[in-house]
């Protein structure tokens, strides 16, 4: 099983949040579940959530070995979901969105395609949470974040930490509201949108 360091640290400041967060909500879909490390540990410390997990066909194998072995009741087998083709029929049932450190992996494009399918996909959704790193005002907000962007544009074309103010108007089209901008540990954020 593919294992992230960095879930293992942040898990217990994004609960911190998530619990008041998705105190109404009832169905989410974690999109880009990685690990499964978050889908777990999440759904065992909010039993009333069902807990949809969600990546790419090549990360499959391994989030639904960590799911057989740690998920708990709550938490569903992964579904393949590539955000840039027809959503699956889950989507129907999803009140809430939650997704960590993908828009700054994905490319310009594909982020854009990602705010269009929650407005035109998610007829249920009620709120979309982000975690991650996000500039503001044309800037860093730590040397680290820089160098991190540094790194992901070398990696490869199109990633990078994306500017808060984008975000917002392409959240803004799709119907989306920034609620709450929640500073976390290690330079990283938690947005939460609200459907208007």
Same mark, same amino acid.
């Given at each position: 099983?593919?294992?992230?360091?960095?879930?293992?640290?942040?898990? &217990? %400041?994004?609960?911190?949040?998530?619990?008041?967060?998705?105190?109404?909500?009832?169905?989410?879909?974690?999109?880009?579940?990685?690990?499964?490390?978050?889908?777990?540990?999440?759904?065992?410390?909010?039993? /009333?959530?069902? /807990?949809?997990?969600?990546?790419?066909?090549?990360?499959?194998?391994?989030?639904?070995? #960590?799911?057989?072995? !740690?998920?708990?009741?709550?938490?569903?087998?992964?579904?393949?979901?590539?955000?840039?083709?027809?959503? %699956?029929?889950?989507?129907?049932?999803?009140?809430? @969105?939650?997704?960590?450190?993908?828009?700054?992996?994905?490319?310009? @494009? !594909?982020?854009?395609?990602?705010?269009?399918?929650?407005?035109?996909?998610?007829?249920?959704?009620?709120?979309?949470?982000?975690?991650?790193?996000?500039?503001?005002?044309?800037?860093?907000?730590?040397?680290?974040? !820089?160098?991190?962007?540094?790194?992901?544009?070398?990696? !490869?074309?199109? &990633?990078?930490? #994306?500017?808060?103010? /984008?975000?917002?108007?392409?959240?803004?089209?799709?119907?989306? &509201?920034?609620?709450?901008?929640?500073?976390? %540990?290690?330079?990283? #954020?938690?947005?939460?949108?609200?459907?208007?």
């Amino acid at each position: 099983m593919a294992f992230s360091q960095a879930c293992e640290n942040n898990k &217990q %400041p994004i609960l911190n949040q998530l619990e008041s967060l998705l105190s109404k909500s009832k169905q989410v879909l974690e999109i880009g579940s990685g690990t499964g490390q978050h889908a777990c540990f999440f759904a065992a410390n909010m039993p /009333w959530l069902t /807990w949809h997990t969600s990546d790419r066909a090549i990360n499959l194998p391994s989030l639904n070995a #960590r799911l057989a072995e !740690q998920a708990p009741s709550n938490v569903n087998s992964a579904i393949e979901l590539d955000i840039t083709q027809t959503m %699956p029929a889950i989507s129907q049932q999803i009140d809430c @969105s939650y997704s960590a450190n993908t828009l700054h992996i994905m490319n310009q @494009s !594909q982020v854009e395609t990602f705010f269009n399918r929650l407005g035109d996909s998610f007829p249920k959704l009620q709120q979309a949470i982000f975690y991650g790193p996000f500039n503001y005002q044309g800037q860093f907000t730590s040397a680290s974040n !820089q160098a991190f962007d540094k790194t992901l544009r070398e990696r !490869q074309l199109g &990633q990078g930490i #994306r500017y808060i103010e /984008w975000i917002i108007e392409l959240a803004g089209r799709n119907q989306l &509201q920034l609620k709450q901008d929640i500073g976390m %540990p290690a330079n990283n #954020r938690l947005l939460q949108f609200v459907c208007v």
